[in-house]
């Protein structure tokens, strides 16, 4: 986003940099937590082939909002890509009240 979002229009000031919590996926959600409300969210991931982060991430994301639009790039032998782009909507007031970042059932085998 650095490099690549100024060329698209895109400042610095106008996207959140997430955290880097490999081991623990609770961390990621609490994040996403914080965008609760927003009508348009990007959850973009590069370079995580090695853990299962995303699949807890999306789960989440799922649950709370709707997903909206996916872009994904090449994928590996376990169907993970190396980079991903998710589009959510998480301003519905009724999914938001199904779960939050404390309470969310993790399912990879590399969170908490």
Not at 26 to 43: C, M, P, Q, T
Not at 90 to 102: C, F, K, Y
Request: no cysteine.
């Amino acid at each position: 986003m650095y490099y690549y979002g100024p060329r698209f229009g895109i400042e610095p000031d106008e996207w959140t940099e997430g955290g880097i919590h490999y081991g623990d996926n609770r961390a990621y959600l609490h994040e996403i937590d914080a965008l609760r409300g927003r009508s348009r969210v990007w959850f973009i991931y590069t370079m995580m082939l090695r853990y299962e982060a995303p699949k807890d991430i999306i789960a989440y994301l799922e649950e709370i909002g709707t997903r909206l639009e996916v872009l994904t790039g090449p994928f590996d032998s376990e169907g993970q890509g190396e980079a991903a782009a998710y589009l959510f909507d998480l301003s519905d007031p009724e999914r938001l009240q199904l779960a939050t970042a404390g309470e969310f059932p993790l399912v990879s085998r590399d969170s908490e």
